[in-house]
């Protein structure tokens, strides 16, 4: 009989094996390097237009608080700095910062880094979370909001609890529309993990919440339609001018029943941008094409990535509360995506991050299993094979 060797055993177990990682630096890398993309590259092809105006005070006269604020951040950082390249600099560096403290608090580890790295690594969400203007500063608070949850998952905290909320103030003030999802998503979050337990199975939870759901979409169906036919639609059709050579023209909605209905086409359509025609037209555009392709496949990775979470407070975290603000975005980034493929890329860039949510907090269970399965998992193995040699 061949001999063990438990002294090696017992070294692998009480060294685990290292894990594949992502590091914080390498965050902070591929936002520098899409900042001098999007610099020195991107703008030669296309416009940088916003960012410019921020950094020039084109917007000082904007009525719109959160664009008077950006503005005047802009003008002050360009002001010290001197150099635009810097400017741009400091935004990117304030959304790294929020992808870093995600990363750190979700343990990313192993086969659940790819997924974000697939987001932080296509052109659509690239170039506008590493450049001035209001999509890099939300990407920032959306980052340090995720990874205050997932952190509250792993341990209560009321630092955590109080990061979140100012984080969703300040995309609730930047976005209104996605930061609404993400005030939506805390309340459910926050009560599935704190509350009290009801027992019930995530299926009978799931129908309880859309029955809910139904009712207030009910009361407040006066509302909600009025916003949307007479606020939400016209705005986004008024963003985009005919001159554009990505408008089409041809998208036409103008009531609230236009835009439910038409979903199923619509959705699919914002979430990809350019169709082969349209790349056919402006070859520019198509590595953002295939960056939609990349969004769209992995939002329905994600939805399945939710459902077969760990059983418990984590599926019904994800399934009762990311999956339905993860709806609510959709549909409020549709009318902004349909009508001009260019300019919707800028605002998809806003809530992509929040498309890798099921996986940062599924490598956050996962790094928590990992940290207690040695000594339950081992030593009773090491104990057997020693008592075995003494009994020989």
Not at 149 to 162: K, T
Not at 204 to 227: E, K, N, R, S
Not at 288 to 309: E, H, K, N, P
Request: aromatic residues 14%; glycine residues 8%.
């Amino acid at each position: 009989m061949t001999d063990v060797p438990y002294a090696d055993l017992a070294e692998e177990h009480r060294t685990p094996p290292a894990r594949n990682v992502l590091g914080k630096a390498s965050v902070y890398a591929i936002f520098v390097c899409w900042t001098l993309f999007a610099v020195y590259v991107y703008s030669r092809y296309s416009q940088l237009g916003d960012a410019r105006a921020y950094m020039t005070g084109g917007y000082d006269d904007e009525s719109q608080a959160r664009t008077y604020l950006v503005t005047q951040l802009a003008t002050m950082i360009i002001g010290l700095v001197k150099v635009d390249v810097l400017a741009h600099l400091a935004f990117s560096l304030f959304a790294a910062s929020g992808v870093a403290y995600l990363v750190g608090q979700a343990r990313l580890h192993g086969p659940y880094r790819w997924p974000l790295l697939a987001i932080l690594l296509i052109p659509s969400f690239g170039v506008w979370a590493s450049v001035v203007g209001r999509e890099s500063l939300y990407i920032g608070f959306l980052g340090f909001f995720m990874g205050a949850m997932v952190g509250y998952y792993r341990a209560r905290g009321i630092h955590r609890w109080w990061l979140a909320v100012l984080c969703v103030a300040g995309m609730v003030f930047i976005r209104a529309p996605f930061g609404g999802a993400m005030a939506l998503f805390f309340v459910m979050a926050w009560m599935l993990m704190r509350g009290p337990r009801v027992g019930l199975s995530l299926g009978v939870q799931m129908m309880l919440l859309l029955l809910m759901g139904a009712i207030v979409a009910i009361i407040a169906w006066p509302q909600v339609d009025d916003y949307i036919a007479n606020e939400a639609l016209p705005k986004a059709r008024s963003y985009f001018t005919v001159g554009s050579a990505t408008t089409r023209m041809w998208v036409n909605i103008d009531t609230t029943q236009g835009l439910l209905t038409s979903l199923w086409w619509t959705l699919p359509l914002s979430l990809v941008g350019p169709t082969p025609g349209e790349v056919f037209a402006r070859p520019v555009m198509f590595p953002f094409m295939v960056s939609g392709l990349v969004v769209f496949f992995l939002l329905l990775y994600a939805i399945q990535t939710a459902f077969r979470a760990p059983s418990g407070t984590a599926r019904k975290v994800l399934v009762l509360a990311w999956l339905p603000a993860m709806l609510v975005t959709l549909v409020a980034y549709v009318p902004f995506g349909v009508y001009n493929p260019g300019s919707g890329i800028r605002y998809a860039s806003c809530f992509l991050l929040f498309l890798v949510f099921p996986w940062m907090l599924r490598s956050a269970i996962a790094s928590m299993a990992e940290s207690e399965a040695p000594a339950r998992r081992y030593l009773p193995y090491l104990h057997h094979h020693r008592l075995a040699e003494s009994t020989r």
